[in-house]
């Protein structure tokens, strides 16, 4: 009976070494959401709500169940056409920075937001780095997107540098609303989470959407086992 309760608190003790070792590694990651704003994201994605209905409820989502301390911001892409059409593949913003405790400003920022543009990924990814300059520790970025690239850019190639030059930047990608099982269409956004160690995902309903932002910005997860007496 002491064996069984010594080898009990002893693998308890271990599971609990290891939840605060992950805890501990990861809970300096700092997370940048890219949100695509481009004029796509007005379409429909069911009968009542348009991409980006689904999009921003989502995020706000996620944003709410968050921890108050994890440092996360908001940039986006497409909010603006640009004067007379012009400069739309510069249209790109760092709504809210990443910070701790900023989930409020998040919240009331992305009620303010609506699609208009085009689809500068490459030169929103430049900027993002920019963002992430003078922030400390590994660094996420959460690209949620219905497009690809209408700009000219090649941020297939552009992940690559940030790969070699910023080993601790990841980019997750969330291809969102195509309703495209065809592998080869998302070629583009695999290959920019590929090389820089992100996850790829596709999520064309809120659940799904939702879930995989929850896969990216929930760094802190928490071991819970139960040890059953074994009598």
């Not at 271990?14 to 007005?42: G, P, V, Y």
């Not at 921890?67 to 911001?73: H, M, R, T």
């Not at 959460?142 to 090649?154: A, H, Q, W």
Request: net charge positive; aromatic share 6%; charged share 25%.
């Amino acid at each position: 009976m002491f064996k069984k309760a010594l080898t009990a608190g002893l693998v308890l003790a271990l599971l609990f070494i290891l939840s605060t070792k992950l805890i501990a590694q990861n809970s300096n990651e700092n997370i940048l959401i890219i949100l695509d704003l481009s004029r796509s994201m007005n379409e429909y994605i069911n009968k009542h709500e348009t991409k980006m209905d689904v999009a921003r409820d989502s995020v706000k989502e996620v944003i709410q169940a968050l921890s108050d301390d994890i440092k996360i911001g908001l940039r986006v892409y497409g909010h603006k056409s640009g004067f007379l059409g012009m400069n739309q593949c510069s249209q790109s913003k760092l709504v809210v920075p990443v910070e701790q405790n900023n989930k409020k400003n998040i919240l009331d920022q992305i009620d303010k937001l609506d699609p208009s543009g085009v689809t500068p990924i490459e030169y929103s990814l430049r900027k993002a780095l920019g963002d992430l300059k003078n922030v400390e520790g590994p660094k996420r970025i959460i690209l949620i997107t219905d497009g690809l690239e209408t700009c000219g850019g090649n941020p297939c190639s552009f992940a690559g540098d940030i790969a070699s030059k910023h080993p601790d930047i990841k980019v997750d990608v969330i291809s969102f609303g195509r309703n495209v099982k065809n592998v080869s269409l998302d070629s583009q956004l695999q290959c920019i989470s590929l090389k820089t160690s992100g996850r790829f995902s596709r999520a064309d309903t809120q659940a799904e959407l939702v879930k995989s932002i929850n896969s990216s910005v929930q760094v802190d997860k928490s071991i819970y086992w139960q040890v059953k007496p074994n009598y």
